[in-house]
């Protein structure tokens, strides 16, 4: 009678994960998918149409559209019922954060009911705001008149000051830490 041969160490048939080792690789794809880049104004499943101001300028028919737009501040004005934001458009990236090394684009009004504070919402800081195209208006910078894509927000993220704060970063540690 023969023996049943027994598998060499290093075979390279697969085995199944035993439970430690699932449980790893589980945790690790978690964390893996925690990492991802979202953003800090549209919901999950939030249709935007995948325009920006300078579209709404060159096209019609965008009015009452949801999009994400972002850039820095350059005037807030304060009304009785409204704030309105002067912003120069900045490209976004995949978590919806203006990209500081690229190149400025027009400028676009942000409408938000109610009042924000001029010292808080300051020119030179960033936001991203999701909202709805409301038209074109007229208005000047300096003695040109310019036309501003209006945006009616429906959230308006305010990133910090600290530029520096807000920049992605990538990392990953193993171990116990200690701080004395």
Known sequence: MKKPQEKARGSSVPTKLRPPALATVLIFATLLLAGCATSPVAPDGAQVAPIGPAHVLAEVGHEGEQVIWGGRIVQVENYSDHTALSVVSYPLDRADRPRLGSEAGVRFLIIEPGFLEPVEFAPGRFVTVLGRVGGIEEQAVGE???????????????????????????GFSLGVGIRL
Do not use: G, M
């Open 144 to 170: 040109y008149l310019y036309d501003h894509p209006v945006l009616h927000a429906e959230q308006i993220h305010l990133w910090p000051a600290d530029q520096s704060s807000w920049q992605q970063r990538t």
